[in-house]
């Protein structure tokens, strides 16, 4: 009984030293911040921040889906359905190779997006007859 008491008062000192350091490391962690993307704005109603969603990715080198489209032009239709977006997302573009893709334009300005997928289309005669691809173009 004597030596049940001794390890009782042990134990109940190392609980309450182990509370003090407990409550000490919580005051030194910084404030967590709630968010890391924050929305101010949007064309639908805002939904609770909770909700918001960041997806990115990118088509493959040397096996984009490049189709040639008028005399001087190239388009991609890019699947983002793996993203899970439920209202139609804000897309940011960039166009990505391995030569020649500094003289191309459209490659920010997107067409036809929906929560599945948008389309791009460049002026790169360049890039057409799958010089894109040898190129190593991807969005």
Known sequence: SGINAEYGGKLAASEERLGKEIAALKESIPEKR????????????????????VCAGSTIRGNTNWVDYSTNGIYTDVDIS??????VPTVTTSLEGTTSHWGTTGSSEIYDVTT????????AAGGRGGNANKYKWNM
């Open 34 to 53: 709630e968010k890391d993307v924050l929305i101010v704005s949007g064309e639908e109603e805002l939904r609770a921040p909770s909700c918001a969603r």
């Open 116 to 123: 599945s997928k948008f389309r791009i289309y460049l002026v």
């Open 82 to 87: 793996k993203c899970g977006f439920v209202t």
